[in-house]
Nanobody, 124 residues
Framework: QLQLVESGGGLVQPGGSLRLSCTGP????????VGWFRQAPGQEREGVAC????????HYTDFVKGRFTVSRDKSKNMVYLDMNNLKPEDSATYYC?????????????????WGQGTQVTVST
C-alpha cells in the first residue's frame, strides 16, 4: 500500500502558525485529490480541508475557514496546509490522504492512501 508522508507538526502558542506538508514518496500526487484530516484523543477523525487533483477546487470545514489554506505544488509533488491563528482546540494528529482521480469529497471514507500523521499541539 503506497503511503503518504506528513511533516511540519509541532508545539505552537495560541495565535501562532504552522505549515504542514504532505508528499507521496512512492507515487505521483498529480492525479490525486488530497485531503487533510485530524483526530484528537477520544474523538472521531474529522475533515479539515481538501483540494482537488487539479488544484482548482478547495473545501474547508467551518471551523478552519479564514484560518487554514490548502495548496499544492505539483512541481515538488507536495500538498500544504497553512494554519494561522491556531487555537488550543486545533490540537490533534493531522493526517493527509489521497484519492485518485476527480473525486472531490472531503470525507475520510473515500480516501485510499493515508499518512502516519503529524502531531500539532497548540498550548501556552
Amino acid at each position: 500500500q503506497l503511503q503518504l508522508v506528513e511533516s511540519g507538526g509541532g508545539l505552537v502558542q495560541p495565535g501562532g502558525s504552522l505549515r504542514l506538508s504532505c508528499t507521496g514518496p512512492e507515487f505521483d500526487l498529480d492525479n490525486y485529490g488530497v485531503g487533510w484530516f485530524r483526530q484528537a484523543p477520544g474523538q472521531e477523525r474529522e475533515g479539515v480541508a481538501c483540494i482537488s487533483y487539479t488544484g482548482t477546487n478547495t473545501h474547508y470545514t467551518d471551523f478552519v475557514k479564514g484560518r487554514f489554506t490548502v495548496s499544492r505544488d505539483k512541481s515538488k509533488n507536495m500538498v500544504y496546509l497553512d494554519m494561522n491563528n491556531l487555537k488550543p482546540e486545533d490540537s490533534a494528529t493531522y493526517y493527509c490522504a489521497a484519492v485518485r482521480g476527480s473525486i472531490f469529497l472531503c470525507v475520510s471514507q473515500v480516501y485510499t492512501h493515508w499518512g502516519q500523521g503529524t502531531q500539532v499541539t497548540v498550548s501556552t
